[in-house]
C-alpha cells in the first residue's frame, strides 16, 4: 500500500516538474493533449497524471474500506453494474447531452458539477438495475419462459 503510494507522489512530482520545466501554456486543459478524431488522447505529462491518481487512489480506498472499515456500497453498485452503467452512461452524455440539447463542459466547475451529477443518476440508475435484475433472474421469472420436453 505505501509503496503505490509512493509511486503515485512521485508521479505527481515528475508531473508538476515537467510542467515547470517545459513551461506547458495550456495546464489544466485537454488542449495539452492531442485530439484525435474529436478524442482526447493523453501525452506523455498527461498519462505520468493520470498514473499519479491511480497509483494515489487506489491505496486511499484500500486504507478507508479495509483498514479504517468505511462502508462502500456506493462502489460495489458501481462495480457490480458497470457493464450496463457504461452503455447508459454512453446514451446519456453523447445522445441526451451533446446531440440533443448541444450542451458542452468546456470549463472545470460546469464539468466537475455535470460529472457529479452523472455520477449520482447512474448511482441510482445501477441500484434500479439491481432491483430489477434480482426480482426477473432470481425469483424464477426465467423459468416461465423456458420450454419443457415434451
Excluded at 463542459?105 to 447512474?122: E, K, S
Aim: proline residues 3%; charged residues 15%; contains cysteine.
Amino acid at each position: 500500500m505505501w509503496l503505490m503510494a509512493g509511486a503515485g507522489v512521485l508521479c505527481f512530482a515528475v508531473f508538476f516538474g515537467y510542467d515547470w520545466w517545459a513551461g506547458t501554456a495550456n495546464r489544466w486543459t485537454f488542449k495539452r493533449d492531442y485530439i484525435l478524431n474529436n478524442h482526447w488522447t493523453p501525452r506523455g505529462a498527461s498519462s505520468i497524471w493520470v498514473l499519479g491518481m491511480i497509483f494515489a487512489l487506489m491505496p486511499a480506498f484500500y486504507y478507508l474500506a479495509e483498514v479504517r472499515r468505511w462502508r462502500m456500497t456506493w462502489l460495489v453498485t458501481l462495480g457490480r453494474t458497470a457493464l450496463v452503467l457504461y452503455f447508459i452512461h454512453q446514451l446519456i452524455v453523447l445522445t441526451l447531452v451533446n446531440q440533443r440539447l448541444g450542451l458542452r463542459t468546456n470549463d472545470w466547475p460546469w464539468y466537475l458539477g455535470a460529472n457529479l451529477a452523472l455520477l449520482i443518476v447512474l448511482l441510482g440508475i445501477g441500484k434500479l438495475w439491481l432491483t430489477v435484475k434480482g426480482r426477473i433472474f432470481v425469483k424464477g421469472w426465467r423459468l416461465q419462459y423456458r420450454r419443457t420436453s415434451p
